[in-house]
């Protein structure tokens, strides 16, 4: 496999991991095409299709010493899979901070990769005022799956090596792996964990607050007299979505909301409240779902009501004691979310293995 991702070698940055024994290198899809990594028409049939102008996102493993450019692709390549991290809404790579580090460390034989999608960070949209289909959590899924298809990390026709694809979503994030085409995926190929997913299919009450609240941050946008208001519903707001996270995180929301266009975080936040499209019930393979008790973004009971009409077993939904961010450790909560951080740790690495034995045990055979 190692010679179908020379991309590997094309990235932008490299600097240490988020945890000690890490490594992090940064690409983006342009710069890969201009470089000739990867071919143009391709890229630019990705972005064009997804509406984006560019995707960007780091590649984290877990090792004792610098592994050297020469061997990187090896060192990628050669692994029992990977797990992709997909932030949520006004959100980046970053929020995650010490969660894929402790993953590829907790396995060596996983690779983490943390995105920025859906118009936000080094993943802008072409159009300043972009597409609603764009915009929603189901076109968040279809560009992530258009980009691993780029990138060949998937095992190939003819690989008899088993190889897992981890997504792990939160938010925004969390609701979109709802929507992965699973009829595209062998199975055992693939595991979702979605944390406190905004999937407000049945929540009236969530549904309307995203909706309005995107359509007024819209509003700011286009009437410089209300920049004014921003400045003071903004912040309130951000406390909300960031409650009980670091400050680090806080920030990092803070600075997207600062630099994303108006046009795209508010229509990104009323696609959240108007999806029409419902996944079916139906076995939600190695999925799991997880949700905070003081959750004030996405409605607990509702949030389970769904899980059950989408045919979800109990031991696939876990309620937790902390807030929308229930992995961050914020100092009002730290003791909750540290145990929870280290059971979402234990979910992706179980799930992970579990994919993996339904592979070997030829359910998940390629052709």
């Known amino acids: 496999m190692a010679g179908q991702i020379g991309w590997v070698r094309g990235y932008q940055q490299r600097q240490p991991g988020p945890t000690p024994n890490t490594q992090s290198v940064h690409y983006s899809l342009n710069d890969l095409a201009e470089r000739g990594f990867l071919k143009r ?21 877990g090792e004792d010493y610098a ?11 050669n692994v029992d899979g990977y797990a992709i991290f997909v932030h949520g809404w ?42 609603f289909g764009h915009c929603s ?9 258009r980009w691993l298809d780029l990138l060949q990390l998937r095992r190939q026709p003819g690989d008899p090596k088993p190889k897992a694809i981890n997504f792990v979503g939160h938010s925004m994030g969390g609701a ?16 979702r964990l979605a944390i406190a997913p905004a999937l407000l299919l049945h929540d009236e009450m969530h549904r309307t607050f995203y909706t309005t609240l995107g359509l007024g941050i819209g509003l700011v946008g286009r009437l410089r007299a209300l ?10 707001v951000l406390e909300v979505l960031a ?28 696609a959240m409240g108007v999806i029409r499209q419902h ?3 139906h076995a939600w393979d190695l999925m799991k779902v997880i949700l905070g008790h003081r959750d004030r973004l996405v409605g607990l009971i509702s949030a389970i009501d769904l899980m059950q009409e989408l045919n979800f077993d109990v031991d696939q939904v876990r309620v937790v004691m902390g807030t929308h961010y229930l992995f961050s450790l914020g100092d009002d909560m730290r003791r909750w979310h540290e145990q929870n951080r280290a059971l979402i740790l234990d979910d992706i690495l179980s799930l992970h293995e579990a994919a993996l034995q339904r592979q070997k045990a030829g359910e998940g055979c390629v052709p």
């Open 279 to 281: 996944p079916e019930a």
């Open 41 to 61: 028409e391709d890229v630019s049939g990705m972005l064009l299709d997804t509406g984006l102008r560019d995707f960007g996102w780091d590649v984290t493993w």
């Open 227 to 236: 920049e004014v208001i921003d400045h003071v519903v903004s912040p309130s």
């Open 137 to 145: 959590p189901i076109a968040a899924m279809h560009a992530i799956e």
């Open 90 to 131: 006004t959100g980046s790579s970053a929020i995650w901070e010490a969660l894929p580090g402790m993953v590829v460390n907790r396995n060596r034989r996983l690779v983490s990769l943390t995105v920025d999608h859906n118009g936000f960070g080094a993943t802008p949209f072409i159009a300043p005022l972009p597409d």
């Open 243 to 270: 409650e009980g996270a670091t400050q680090q995180v806080k920030d990092e929301h803070a600075r997207i909301y600062d630099v994303t266009p108006k046009s795209v975080t508010a229509r990104t936040f009323v």
């Open 176 to 191: 979109a792996l709802f929507f992965l085409q699973e009829s595209n995926w062998r199975r055992g190929e693939v595991s």
């Open 67 to 77: 592994t050297a450019d020469d061997e990187l692709e090896d060192r990628i390549a």
